[in-house]
């Protein structure tokens, strides 16, 4: 049965009230490298920048869109909480309600894709949302920010990246939030899209998309957005499984297990998943950087065969991170484990529009 559902359900209609002049572009701070700037007599890098600093760095902006800040937060993107991400998904459909062009989000990179993700499956809008951020601060030689921020608003701006979901634009490239992975811990090409490549490029402030996803998948979580925690448990060489049945997870609602390869666990682990998925939904995922779960391959105990036959939910083409993310909504708004396997099996490839409603 539905029920009410947050301010975020969509579709999300746009308004009237920026529609004259230069394209309206919100652009929400959330702090992050983009914001640090190095603190005196070599004390480090922290963050000390505000949005309105951010766009005072690339005064071309004013000749695509007119943009507008909103400082939220001002912290390493280790420290954003889930209540951070929600508020700001809520105020994103404020934004695009009231008839803002596109939207911009400029946060740290070390959770940058889950952040993306997120809003990815909340905001049901055709409006490009684009998370940006940068690799070097804005102290050191060559920062990346004020070029982020550039092309972010451009694909914000364009006609050619509606409809696409939420977007994550760095080094000129236009990835897809549902694809894209933080792959190297300092490389300004860290950001990249293992599965598919990026989805396009931004050329001369020109936004080129070459390649648009199939589908889209949406959650709408109830008015009262239940706290679910959900557990992200690594397998390793020589794992015995301890983390599995550690009293730590009694508090979480799902795991989900970032397992070898196309979904295999040690043999001695078998058991301890199965107890698991007895009390909580488990999703297995894969610990590389993505690729689809097997299904019929590998026969041997802890194969995926052997996990399938145990009930074991497997994560389709979602990595281990995205995963995560995946579950912990899907649990908010209230699936079961036919409709959880159900996002995880189509949720990348659906053409059209998959939503999950909110269930009483
Ligand atoms: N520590 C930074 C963060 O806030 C890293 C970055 O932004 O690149 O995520």
Redesign the pocket.
Known sequence: MSIEVAPVRGPIAAGEEFRSGPPRIDLFAL????A?VSKPGGAGAD?GLTGEDLIGAVPALANIASVHVHSLRQ????DLTMADVFALADEIAQSIAKGVRGVVVT??????EEVAFVIDLLVDSDAPIVVT???RNASLPGADGPANVMAAVAVAASEAARGLGALVVLNDEVHAARFVRKRHATSTATFGSPLTGPLGQVVENRVRILVRPPGRLTIRLPRSRPTVKVALVPVTLDDEGDLLSSEALNSYQGAVVAAFGGGHVPRRLVSRLRSLSERVPVVIATRTFGGEMLRSTYAYPGGEMDLLAQGLIFAGAYDALHARILLQLLLMAGAGRDAIARAFDEGMTHTGHLIVEAQG
Do not use: C, H, K, Y
């Open positions: 702090g992050g490298t983009i640090s963050v912290v390493p993107s280790g946060q740290g990179t070390d959770t940058l951020g940068a690799m």
